[in-house]
């Protein structure tokens, strides 16, 4: 080729740097001249995507790069994902402990330690003020004791109440910080100067009650709801953390007959890699020598190993097993299923479903009108209550801004969404965020694609039809020994149905290929044609009849003589029948959109008995599912290919199947790894059972506090002389929190089959 200054000279094949293809540059689809080097491209599609970030593929990023320090890395909320900050911190909003955006292998556990630490602490020095209420009274050092517990161990709620105060995001440590503090205070005040106590705070004997134990038992018991709570939530991130480690960190790199054991980090795209017997898969790629048996169901679920050779696609993490390839490294870095699948779980799990809005907008009046509460509980006891009447005002509000606090109600759905998310993870199904979650359950509509989604997306035999003298194998025999030359998608499925038979293939000399007939060859010293209609100079009746059924038909003619006929189609996935036959059972109504012709979609809606609309270009696709959509219903989208985006986007629902086209799945917010209608399945039913958990965390979580606030202001005082003792309400408070937890984490063993 010409350089810039005229000279020719020749320039070796090079390594597409998007795909990792060889690439010929007097052949390239496009060249593009970067920081003073050239780079070629096997097609538009690779250049345009390198153009658009070619640092991307000249340096990826570490499949798992080790964080630089918790100060480098960015921070959010999870119940509030809006905050975002670099460094660790508390959100100003709910005053939990932010979290890092991404997922690494190592756990920041510092908080976890911190709190449980500080539980400890605060234990051993509540258990002797308890005992001292069975004792004789010793205010100084239940003072001593109680200061220490309060102050020292329960120091971070004060921090975050003060916080939400200044801020004017009133939330749960508004209240503890507020109820604690209050009994705190008064009972200090009651010690240190007992002479500025009137009659009313004075109980019969001429004593001022403390309220120290309370206090201490409050903050040991939000303690151990922080720490249950910070457990749980390590325990949602360490499904992703399983995953992430399960990609090796070095990889073995060949170059010419050497072989180099590198860090994983440094593989790049293009890199010939070596997997040994027993290894992970370091990269996604393509086999290029050599075959085996993979376990994938890391990523699929399913326990059986899959067949891998030459030309077929590997993916980072999964298990090699007995046998060794070699393989070219096409997605490294970020670019990884893996790495890609634990990114997305992680972004859904930070969203928010619809259904969090009602929580969010109950929780924005709910601490004003318990603090009116508590202050209304606080003067009613003050002006009709009983002897002492401080006494029991004091009590009465610190017990209704104890019991009142909204922990259960913030954690109901976000705890539900990411045990939801991660269990689907696992089970093969990728949702991109919260909403999608949600939306699945509440679909009654499913528009379908056709080819690769109820198909197997692939021509298969399905027919091997002999005439007179001849066998069904010597007519794949013939068909195969001359289509094994060809590259013709037809020839694939007749080559790879003889090989599945066990048919023993001949050798084809002379072999000639013409356009919009067939091939011929010369096989044994017999000439031999296989093709459509026009290589058979007179057609069998039965055959011509057959041509106008959804199947494609070739004919093997021997020596001007008709062999036979075989019939190619995309069969229905096995698993199709079943899955529509639940989804209907469910109420859901299936309507299979196609570009394919009249008597092909009907071949594939027929036996499903479902409805179906056939030759729709991908507009009119989209133009379908916004049809249904204004009509009221709520529609959902499942197909693979390119042509499906526009219906993916414009549905309520896009599920994109895992064997399809990045674009698919990119405009889809749910994904089925495997590509299997099963999944589809699961993904429903895990939708009904996330928003069933939702609902239950939520009716909960309102239905405690209706009951909780007036029995701790007082109302069964008047009828029954009871009251809600402070402890107690601290202990229903942790209680709530725990009963959502718990709820929540049943999701992580809910049956998807």
């Given at each position: 080729?010409?350089?810039?200054?005229?000279?020719?000279?020749?320039?070796?094949?090079?390594?597409?740097?998007?795909?990792?293809?060889?690439?010929?540059?007097?052949?390239?689809?496009?060249?593009?001249?970067?920081?003073?080097?050239?780079?070629?491209?096997?097609?538009?599609?690779?250049?345009?995507?390198?153009?658009?970030?070619?640092?991307?593929?000249?340096?990826?990023?570490?499949?798992?790069?080790?964080?630089?320090?918790?100060?480098?890395?960015?921070?959010?909320?999870?119940?509030?994902?809006?905050?975002?900050?670099?460094?660790?911190?508390?959100?100003?909003?709910?005053?939990?402990?932010?979290?890092?955006?991404?997922?690494?292998?190592?756990?920041?556990?510092?908080?976890?330690?911190?709190?449980?630490?500080?539980?400890?602490?605060?234990?051993?020095?509540?258990?002797?003020?308890?005992?001292?209420?069975?004792?004789?009274?010793?205010?100084?050092?239940?003072?001593?004791?109680?200061?220490?517990?309060?102050?020292?161990?329960?120091?971070?709620?004060?921090?975050?109440?003060?916080?939400?105060?200044?801020?004017?995001?009133?939330?749960?440590?508004?209240?503890?910080?507020?109820?604690?503090?209050?009994?705190?205070?008064?009972?200090?005040?009651?010690?240190?100067?007992?002479?500025?106590?009137?009659?009313?705070?004075?109980?019969?004997?001429?004593?001022?009650?403390?309220?120290?134990e309370p206090a201490a038992v409050i903050v040991t018991l939000v303690l151990v709801g922080q720490?249950?709570?910070?457990?749980?939530?390590?325990?949602?991130?360490?499904?992703?953390?399983?995953?992430?480690?399960?990609?090796?960190?070095?990889?073995?790199?060949?170059?010419?007959?050497?072989?180099?054991?590198?860090?994983?980090?440094?593989?790049?795209?293009?890199?010939?890699?070596?997997?040994?017997?027993?290894?992970?898969?370091?990269?996604?790629?393509?086999?290029?020598?050599?075959?085996?048996?993979?376990?994938?169901?890391?990523?699929?679920?399913?326990?059986?190993?899959?067949?891998?050779?030459?030309?077929?696609?590997?993916?980072?993490?999964?298990?090699?097993?007995?046998g060794a390839f070699h393989m070219r490294a096409e997605r490294v870095g970020a670019d990884t299923?893996?790495?890609?699948?634990?990114?997305?779980?992680?972004?859904?799990?930070?969203?928010?479903?619809?259904?969090?809005?009602?929580?969010?907008?109950?929780?924005?009046?709910?601490?004003?009108?318990?603090?009116?509460?508590?202050?209304?509980?606080?003067?009613?006891?003050?002006?009709?209550?009983?002897?002492?009447?401080?006494?029991?005002?004091?009590?009465?509000?610190?017990?209704?801004?104890?019991?009142?606090?909204?922990?259960?109600?913030?954690?109901?759905?976000?705890?539900?969404?990411?045990?939801?998310?991660?269990?689907?993870?696992?089970?093969?199904?990728?949702?991109?965020?919260?909403?999608?979650?949600?939306?699945?359950?509440?679909?009654?509509?499913?528009?379908?694609?056709?080819?690769?989604?109820?198909?197997?997306?692939?021509?298969?035999?399905?027919?091997?039809?002999?005439?007179?003298?001849?066998?069904?194998?010597?007519?794949?025999?013939?068909?195969?020994?001359?289509?094994?030359?060809?590259?013709?998608?037809?020839?694939?499925?007749?080559?790879?149905?003889?090989?599945?038979?066990?048919?023993?293939?001949?050798?084809?000399?002379?072999?000639?290929?013409?356009?919009?007939?067939?091939?011929?060859?010369?096989?044994?010293?017999?000439?031999?044609?296989?093709?459509?209609?026009?290589?058979?100079?007179?057609?069998?009746?039965?055959?011509?009849?057959?041509?106008?059924?959804?199947?494609?038909?070739?004919?093997?003619?021997?020596?001007?003589?008709?062999?036979?006929?075989?019939?190619?189609?995309?069969?229905?996935?096995?698993?199709?029948?079943?899955?529509?036959?639940?989804?209907?059972?469910?109420?859901?109504?299936?309507?299979?959109?196609?570009?394919?012709?009249?008597?092909?979609?009907?071949?594939?809606?027929?036996?499903?008995?479902?409805?179906?609309?056939?030759?729709?270009?991908?507009?009119?696709?989209?133009?379908?599912?916004?049809?249904?959509?204004?009509?009221?219903?709520?529609?959902?989208?499942?197909?693979?290919?390119?042509?499906?985006?526009?219906?993916?986007?414009?549905?309520?629902?896009?599920?994109?199947?895992?064997?399809?086209?990045?674009i698919a799945m990119e405009s889809a917010p749910v994904t089925l790894l495997k590509g299997d209608?099963?999944?589809?399945?699961?993904?429903?039913?895990?939708?009904?059972?996330?928003?069933?958990?939702?609902?239950?965390?939520?009716?909960?979580?309102?239905?405690?506090?209706?009951?909780?606030?007036?029995?701790?202001?007082?109302?069964?005082?008047?009828?029954?002389?009871?009251?809600?003792?402070?402890?107690?309400?601290?202990?229903?408070?942790?209680?709530?929190?725990?009963?959502?937890?718990?709820?929540?984490?049943?999701?992580?063993?809910?049956?998807?089959?």
């Amino acid at each position: 080729m010409s350089c810039c200054g005229g000279e020719e000279k020749t320039v070796a094949a090079q390594t597409d740097p998007v795909c990792g293809m060889l690439v010929d540059p007097a052949k390239a689809a496009a060249a593009t001249e970067y920081r003073g080097d050239m780079y070629y491209f096997c097609s538009k599609g690779c250049h345009a995507k390198f153009t658009a970030d070619p640092e991307k593929y000249l340096h990826p990023v570490p499949a798992a790069p080790p964080p630089a320090g918790a100060e480098n890395m960015e921070y959010t909320c999870p119940m509030d994902p809006q905050i975002r900050q670099m460094g660790p911190g508390t959100c100003p909003i709910c005053g939990m402990a932010l979290e890092p955006v991404g997922v690494v292998l190592e756990e920041d556990t510092s908080e976890l330690d911190g709190m449980t630490r500080r539980l400890w602490i605060a234990a051993v020095l509540t258990l002797p003020l308890l005992l001292m209420m069975f004792t004789r009274p010793m205010p100084v050092v239940e003072l001593l004791l109680a200061t220490a517990v309060v102050w020292g161990c329960g120091w971070p709620f004060f921090v975050r109440g003060w916080q939400s105060v200044r801020t004017g995001n009133w939330n749960m440590f508004t209240l503890i910080a507020l109820g604690t503090g209050a009994a705190y205070l008064y009972s200090l005040a009651a010690v240190v100067a007992p002479q500025l106590f009137p009659a009313t705070a004075r109980d019969a004997s001429g004593e001022i009650g403390l309220y120290f134990e309370p206090a201490a038992v409050i903050v040991t018991l939000v303690l151990v709801g922080q720490v249950l709570e910070l457990r749980a939530r390590s325990s949602t991130g360490a499904a992703l953390r399983s995953l992430l480690g399960l990609a090796p960190q070095t990889a073995l790199r060949v170059e010419g007959s050497t072989e180099t054991e590198v860090a994983l980090s440094d593989v790049h795209v293009g890199d010939v890699l070596r997997v040994r017997p027993g290894e992970r898969v370091p990269v996604d790629g393509v086999v290029l020598d050599g075959a085996s048996l993979i376990d994938e169901s890391m990523m699929t679920g399913e326990p059986m190993p899959v067949a891998k050779s030459v030309n077929d696609a590997v993916t980072g993490g999964t298990m090699n097993g007995t046998g060794a390839f070699h393989m070219r490294a096409e997605r490294v870095g970020a670019d990884t299923m893996l790495q890609q699948i634990v990114r997305l779980v992680s972004e859904a799990q930070r969203t928010r479903a619809p259904i969090q809005r009602v929580a969010d907008h109950v929780s924005g009046i709910f601490v004003p009108a318990v603090l009116a509460a508590a202050a209304i509980a606080f003067v009613a006891w003050m002006l009709v209550g009983p002897q002492p009447r401080l006494s029991h005002a004091v009590v009465s509000a610190v017990a209704v801004l104890i019991v009142a606090c909204p922990c259960a109600l913030g954690l109901a759905t976000p705890m539900a969404i990411t045990v939801g998310t991660g269990r689907g993870a696992h089970a093969g199904v990728l949702l991109r965020n919260a909403e999608a979650l949600e939306q699945l359950g509440n679909v009654n509509t499913l528009v379908i694609d056709k080819t690769g989604t109820l198909t197997e997306g692939k021509p298969s035999v399905v027919e091997v039809k002999p005439e007179h003298g001849f066998s069904a194998e010597d007519v794949l025999q013939l068909a195969a020994s001359v289509e094994k030359m060809s590259e013709h998608p037809l020839a694939g499925a007749v080559v790879h149905a003889a090989e599945e038979r066990g048919v023993l293939l001949h050798s084809a000399d002379g072999f000639v290929s013409t356009t919009g007939q067939g091939v011929h060859a010369i096989v044994n010293g017999h000439r031999v044609a296989v093709g459509n209609a026009a290589v058979v100079r007179e057609l069998p009746r039965d055959l011509d009849a057959s041509r106008e059924d959804s199947r494609t038909r070739i004919f093997v003619v021997v020596d001007e003589v008709l062999a036979g006929s075989i019939a190619i189609a995309d069969p229905v996935r096995a698993s199709a029948a079943h899955v529509v036959k639940e989804l209907q059972r469910a109420g859901l109504k299936i309507v299979m959109a196609t570009g394919d012709h009249e008597a092909t979609a009907k071949a594939v809606a027929g036996p499903l008995q479902i409805d179906y609309k056939a030759g729709l270009l991908p507009q009119d696709k989209a133009a379908l599912v916004k049809q249904l959509r204004d009509g009221g219903e709520v529609v959902a989208m499942a197909g693979d290919g390119i042509n499906d985006a526009p219906a993916l986007a414009a549905a309520d629902v896009g599920i994109a199947m895992g064997t399809g086209t990045d674009i698919a799945m990119e405009s889809a917010p749910v994904t089925l790894l495997k590509g299997d209608l099963q999944s589809l399945l699961r993904a429903r039913r895990l939708s009904v059972a996330t928003m069933r958990i939702i609902r239950q965390n939520l009716f909960f979580a309102f239905f405690y506090n209706a009951l909780g606030v007036p029995l701790a202001a007082g109302v069964l005082y008047p009828l029954f002389h009871m009251t809600l003792n402070p402890m107690v309400a601290a202990g229903a408070m942790s209680l709530s929190s725990v009963c959502v937890i718990g709820n929540s984490l049943r999701l992580r063993s809910v049956r998807l089959e």
